[in-house]
């Protein structure tokens, strides 16, 4: 039998923590950005930052890191750096990360092998080079990884596609020159037979 000690301990405990991811929560939204469930039946959590009206830091990832169950995390555009996302390195539900147009590089992916649900990963235009294809190939659960005007080279996005069969990895738009319609030649309609009087 749980000892009342025990018992208040426990209750103590969640009180604490429920009181942290409230903090989390509202300085996340100080800075503008926003924290919502996925959806009313899903108490997951989706993390916008993206369209903050302030500067997102790397300090604003440690206030992340204190929320549970999160899910979507969207840091497109913001000022985080490689050491900010040190800050992910233990969120193992974080499903979908957006890191396009940031200043991320492939030393800082380092930080995201752990991250075992991450089947979506946003990198387009950002600083990540060859140098992330190592950290980015133990990402076996991915199914989305865009490179699209990254540091990646052609010869990465072939070693990353043999890494990861299972991804789709989106490293451009491949346009394909469109061949014009040849005119269709007219055929001479036969003349009606004239008839004789």
Known sequence: MRSIGMTLAIVAF??????????????IQDLGGNVMQIAQNDERLDVILHLADKDVTDEALVQVAKLDKLAWLNLAGTKITDDG???LAG??????????KTKVTGKGL?????????????????????????????????????VWQSKISDEGVKKLRAALPECTVIAGVE??????AKPEEKKEEPKPEEKKE
């Open 175 to 180: 346009l394909k020159p469109v061949e014009p």
């Open 14 to 27: 969640l009180g604490i923590h429920a009181v942290a991811q409230d903090a989390a929560v509202k300085a």
């Open 85 to 87: 996302l040190k800050n």
């Open 91 to 100: 969120k193992k539900s974080l499903e979908k990360l957006h890191l396009e």
């Open 110 to 146: 380092a930080h995201l092998v752990g991250l075992e649900n991450l089947a979506y990963l946003n990198l387009y235009s950002s600083e990540v080079g060859d140098d992330g294809i190592d950290h980015l190939a133990k990402l076996k659960n991915l199914k989305r990884l865009y």
